[in-house]
């Protein structure tokens, strides 16, 4: 199930761009956010974006 603290992560980090900016939006470090959006993930049983070093 989708709890509000993913679609508040994937608001963030589509409106920064960027894991970076999403967590500093969220007041949260990036390890944090990476494991939430990495839970999420598992959950929906399928990769949301395409990891890479560059901004979304």
Request: proline share 2%.
């Amino acid at each position: 199930m989708i709890e509000l603290k993913h679609l508040r992560t994937l608001q963030a980090l589509r409106n920064s761009g960027s894991l970076a900016g999403a967590a500093a939006q969220l007041h949260q470090t990036q390890s944090a956010l990476s494991h939430q959006f990495s839970d999420l993930e598992q959950r929906l049983g399928f990769k949301l974006f395409v990891r890479k070093s560059q901004p979304l």
